[in-house]
């Protein structure tokens, strides 16, 4: 029943090395974000997609390269892993909801993947 | 950069209501106040949120200023399980603004005491 879920939970690796992380939604939205999480607990937007297309981008090193295969499923993909790259990442998702007082986005979060690299 | 500023930490105690502030001095005409918690070790959770009029859901109620350059989220009967970082976040409805970029700060560390 868990609505937006991720793996792995953690993930150790050496510098240099290319890993990935997986996130789903079942909650039928358009809209999935990541964010990462810094030792200093700085939650920092790293990129949204909506209904498979890249829609922000922040400065973020390109050796990491999102993908939406569709719209429940938003991965993350780490080329040659650094030492800053260790944080926690979360995944989250949204849909816009239009009520006569104006629309707002209630976004749901994943439990968040932490990454460790040695 | 965001565009609020939160105490870094308060207590409170248990089944006492825990208040806490948020300054928003730069806030534009279209945006909305967003309060999310962090719970520690799990991802952020979304609690309320509104324009110009208070707001009261079953979680918390949300009273915002007049000229809307403040506001205060009220947990009206704190419990232990409340511990957490507050999160308040000023945004554009998700049309205006790429989707739904949320700008997080550092947010205040609510500590509720036995």
């Known amino acids: 029943d868990t609505a937006v879920s991720q793996t792995p939970k953690y993930l150790v690796t050496q510098m240099g090395n290319d890993k990935s992380i997986k996130c789903e939604q079942n909650?039928?939205?358009?809209?999935m974000y990541w964010y990462k999480q810094d030792s200093k607990k700085f939650l920092k937007i790293m990129f949204s997609y909506n209904n498979k297309e890249l829609i922000i981008n922040e400065t973020v090193p390109n050796r990491f390269s999102p993908k939406s295969p569709d719209k429940a499923h938003l991965n993350l993909h780490i080329n040659s892993l650094e030492l800053g790259d260790s944080a926690v990442y979360f995944c989250?998702?949204?849909?816009?909801?239009?009520?006569?007082?104006?629309?707002?986005?209630?976004?749901?979060f994943g439990p968040g993947t932490r990454l460790t690299v040695l | 950069d965001a565009k609020t500023t939160q105490p870094p930490s308060m207590d409170c105690a248990e089944g006492r209501a825990a208040n806490l502030p948020c300054n928003h001095s730069t806030i534009s005409g279209n945006e909305y106040v967003y309060w999310y918690r962090q719970i520690h070790s799990q991802g952020p959770q979304y609690i309320i949120h509104?324009?110009?009029n208070n707001e009261t859901n079953e979680m918390a109620s949300l009273i915002i200023t007049e000229d809307r350059k403040s506001s205060t989220l009220i947990l009206p009967h704190a419990t232990l399980r409340d511990t957490a970082v507050y999160y308040c976040i000023v945004s554009l409805p998700a049309f205006y603004n790429q989707g739904g970029k949320l700008i997080f700060g550092q947010g205040t560390e609510l500590s509720v005491k036995p």
């Open positions: 989250a998702s949204s849909q816009e909801v239009s009520r006569t007082r104006g629309s707002y986005n209630e976004q749901f």
């Open positions: 909650l039928g939205h358009d809209t």
């Open positions: 509104g324009l110009k």
